[in-house]
């Protein structure tokens, strides 16, 4: 009965120490990572308030993204490598040094509610729980049994392969727990085992996670029911362009014409980015995204290179896992976002993603 009480005792002790661990980045953000509110005298173009958001939310919605671009830095592994050889603990480091300098500039264009930042908090806990859970898993004995296997991929091997690469593009317009992690489970174990221990440690390994996955889902997909999904769409002001030009571009709906420009509704998401881009590459200026005139844009330039001379307020630069480049985080005034856009490829390098409200 000692020995019971003393195991449990050290039991609870460990868990303790996981879960101060998990909430010490949270803890620190919040207590060093803030800055004064700056004056905007900015009036809004978009005179119905149902479709003007907050300015800061533009660079709070990074968080969310940044787990997205750790699932293409994995897919991208995968393409040659193995689980073991993606970069868990830094994509979780980047996280938190970027929600650190994007809280302080959030806080100076107005800041976030607490339910914003209690969202980005559980993001976060739960993005490096899951990174930290996989490092531990695949850096040590999912690299034994790949080490086993050899350099030729099995067929469980190029399921996850192509499950990542799948999941690191639905992600992109999507949210995670709508994914259809099911078939990919039927497909990993419909897979023929060729090399029983990779086979089946693949099997089990993955199939368990995404099973988890599922479940968890399930529980995130209640929640977002009781409190309503977010807006899809999102308005902004256009000038340069026709409004019969605007309403060609797909997704683009016209909403009014007047003398500030045409009022238009797109989706938003990667969607946003491409239709934007299309906007400034035909000669379009962007004035205004859901009443407001600053906006953040990521880049990817090449690792160890300088990105000139750009518009704005750079934030941030963070190592993209998986590629052999770096992603710049850039304030940019609405007046300079068609110039910035125009001619930019949506590639690497080139652009990444505008980030809406």
């Known amino acids: 009965m000692r020995r019971l009480v003393k195991t449990v005792g050290w039991l609870l002790a460990a868990l303790v120490v996981v879960v101060l661990l998990l909430l010490s980045p949270v803890a620190y953000v919040e207590t060093f990572c803030h800055a004064d509110p700056e004056p905007d005298g900015y009036k809004p173009l978009i005179a119905d308030a149902e479709f003007r958001r907050q300015e800061a939310n533009t660079y709070l919605t990074y968080p969310e993204w940044h787990i997205v671009y750790a699932y293409d830095g994995l897919a991208e592994i995968l393409k040659t490598g193995d689980e073991h050889g993606f970069g868990y603990f830094s994509s979780v480091r980047d996280f938190w040094t970027a929600d650190c300098a994007l809280t302080r500039i959030a806080d100076r264009h107005g800041g976030a509610d607490s339910e914003t930042r209690m969202m980005i908090a559980t993001i976060g806990v739960s993005f490096t729980l899951e990174m930290g859970l996989k490092a531990a898993y695949e850096e040590t004995i999912g690299r034994v049994f790949a080490l086993w296997r050899g ?52 099997r089990l390994a993955l199939g368990g996670e995404w099973r988890a996955k599922i479940a968890y889902a399930g529980v995130i997909a209640s929640a977002v029911a009781a409190t309503g999904e977010a807006k899809l769409t999102i308005r902004s002001v256009v000038s340069g362009l026709p409004a019969a030009a ?36 035909a000669g379009g200026a962007i004035r205004e995204i859901a009443g407001n005139d600053e906006i953040m844009v990521s880049l990817t330039v090449p690792r160890g290179t300088e990105p000139g001379n750009l518009p704005g307020e750079a934030i941030a630069r963070l190592s993209r896992t998986g590629f052999a480049s770096d992603r710049l985080l ?12 125009k001619g930019r490829p949506i590639a690497d390098p080139g652009l990444e993603h505008i980030f809406d409200f």
Not at 330 to 341: G, I, K, N, Q, Y
């Open 151 to 202: 350099s030729e991929k099995t067929p469980q091997d190029i399921v996850a392969r192509d499950m990542a690469i799948d999941y690191a593009a639905f992600l992109r317009q999507t949210p995670w727990y709508k994914y259809p992690f099911q078939p990919w489970i039927d497909r990993l174990w419909a897979a023929p085992v060729e090399e029983p221990l990779r086979g089946w440690e693949r």
């Open 330 to 341: 850039v304030s940019v005034r609405m007046a300079d976002l068609a110039p910035l856009l």
């Open 246 to 281: 605007l309403s060609a571009i797909p997704d683009v709906s016209v909403i009014s014409e007047s003398a500030d420009g045409v009022l238009i509704e797109t989706p938003r998401y990667d969607r946003f980015t491409h239709i934007l881009a299309e906007i400034a590459t």
